[in-house]
């Protein structure tokens, strides 16, 4: 069986020293080890930013897709090869700007795959513009008189969009985020993951400290039940989103794979449309 050791290759990872991304990756490496893979097991598929590099600092599948779109690559590598564990990943302005629609329907269709957002709140590899996730007030080169918008709630969205896993974590939480990782590839279905991951270079404001601060870990929260859909939206809702752990997981519900006839059996190749030839022709 796989060490974490063997996940990694000898590439040096260009991240500014103490950018968050450092502990994801390590938490990806660790998980995919815990839960048993081999390199050959895994795939990594990322969009555009700092974040994208990630695909390419792990000993497994990789690829380095384009911005907003590691999503739709994903669920086709996935769905090309059932046997592969698919790990998508990207920053805040790559999967809620330019790749938020990919992200809700991704999270609706419930391919079998897991999603990991470093979430920094700016634009780091383009030197610090305000992302979706930016806060109300927050000054950047692109909005020097503070940002007028207000901030995206991606764990909202998703549990409105019918996700049926759903967590965050800090990158300095390695412990919580590698079981939340685990957890994630573990459930059969789409696992959306976002992750506070400090830019320590562009964004002055949301720093660790602040995080630390502001941070509400669910496990101090007693009674608190992942499966209940309403009690996981108003505590996002009471908290402004800052809680961490498994907020929302739905094991009922079919993963994507598991609604197309014959999937789970035969090369897809070699199977019938879900649907009839004279089904097919009536349409
Ligand atoms: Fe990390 Fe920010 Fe540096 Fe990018 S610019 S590597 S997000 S610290
Ligand atoms: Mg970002």
């Known amino acids: 069986m796989a060490t974490f050791k063997e996940f990694r290759n000898n590439v040096k990872p260009n991240w500014c020293p103490g950018c968050g991304d450092f502990s994801i990756q390590a938490a990806i490496q660790r998980a995919a080890a815990n839960v048993g893979l081999e390199p050959d097991g895994l795939a990594v598929i990322s969009g555009i930013g700092c974040s994208g590099r990630i695909s390419g600092y792990i ?9 907003g779109r590691s999503l739709p690559i994903a669920q086709g590598v996935k769905l090309a090869n059932r046997d592969l564990t698919v790990i998508a990943s990207g920053g805040d302005g790559d999967g809620f700007a330019i790749g938020m629609g ?7 269709r419930n391919v079998n795959i897991t999603y990991i957002v470093m979430d920094n709140q700016i634009y780091g590899l383009t030197k610090g513009q305000t992302s979706p996730r930016s806060g109300e007030g927050f ?17 909202e969205i998703a549990l409105s969009a019918g996700a049926t896993f759903v967590a965050q974590s ?25 992750v506070f991951s400090p830019c320590v270079t562009f964004n002055k404001v949301n720093t660790y400290d602040w995080f630390k601060e502001n941070i509400i870990n669910l496990d101090t929260i007693p009674d608190y039940d992942p499966t209940n859909r309403l009690g996981a939206m108003t505590k996002l809702m009471e908290t402004g989103s800052m809680i961490t752990g498994l907020i929302y997981q739905n094991k009922e ?12 059996q035969e090369p897809l190749a070699s199977q019938p449309l879900a649907l009839s030839e004279s089904e097919f022709d009536n349409l």
């Not at 000054?139 to 764990?155: D, M, R, V, W």
């Open 59 to 67: 000993n497994a599948y990789g690829l380095h897709g384009i911005h």
């Open 102 to 108: 990919h992200t809700i329907h991704a999270i609706r």
């Open 139 to 155: 000054k950047t080169k692109s909005t020097p008189e503070g940002s007028i918008e207000s901030t995206l709630a991606p764990l």
């Open 170 to 194: 800090f990158s300095s939480d390695l412990k919580q985020l590698t079981s939340l990782i685990e957890q994630g590839i573990q459930h059969e279905g789409f696992s959306f993951i976002n």
């Open 253 to 264: 519900r079919k993963c994507y794979e598991d609604l197309i006839h014959g999937f789970r």
